[in-house]
């Protein structure tokens, strides 16, 4: 290598962990505890909703951005470290954060299970 050339180091990241970050930096979140699960809930559900409906590319991408910064709210509220760029397989991050915030007893399926128990003893 010429010696006037430096050495580069490349690191491979991804325009939604761009996206994510710039969204991170911007948002100021004042929810926590309750509020601020209900909210991941609610962004969680939104998401989930949108992706098989086929709507925009934006849209979805933007249930995405919301749900994955409440989902590192909630991980920062309760001291589980997140390194953005590994949400470089958003799906697969989402996952193991949601994995260590139910170890912590945040269960963000919990609320959902709790309707479908309610209402299968009410019949």
Request: overall charge negative; hydrophobic content about 45%.
């Amino acid at each position: 290598m010429d010696p006037a050339i430096p050495e580069i180091k490349l690191v491979v990241v991804s325009m939604y962990v761009n996206i994510l970050s710039s969204a991170l930096e911007e948002w100021v979140a004042p929810l926590s505890g309750a509020e601020l699960v209900a909210y991941a809930i609610q962004c969680r559900k939104e998401m989930r909703a949108i992706a098989p409906c086929g709507v925009s590319a934006y849209a979805a991408l933007a249930s995405e951005v919301a749900y994955d910064r409440a989902l590192i709210a909630l991980c920062a509220e309760h001291g589980i470290a997140v390194d953005v760029t590994r949400f470089n397989n958003p799906s697969s991050e989402r996952q193991h954060l949601e994995e260590r915030l139910a170890h912590e007893g945040v269960d963000l399926d919990a609320p959902v299970r709790d309707r479908i128990n309610s209402a299968s003893h009410a019949s």
